[in-house]
């Protein structure tokens, strides 16, 4: 049985679920309340950088799975 894809797409689709979940990761923290209020809710870490980085793995996704090997 032969697959569209070898074993470089497979190593970057497992390293963009690896950058994925830590973008994910970077955006947990602890929640507003209703009786207190939590700044760091806005903190650039959760709302700039997390984000960011969970982007890049979906774009390294994209871009594992469409990847092709050079023949010669």
Known sequence: MKYNMNKINMVL???SV??????????VGEPSGATEY??????SRRITVGPMVSLAGFVLMIVA?????KEK
């Open 13 to 15: 689709m497992a390293a």
């Open 65 to 69: 799975i469409v990847y092709k090997k």
């Open 18 to 27: 690896f950058v994925i979940i830590i973008g994910l990761c970077l955006m």
């Open 38 to 43: 939590n700044p760091d809710i806005f903190s």
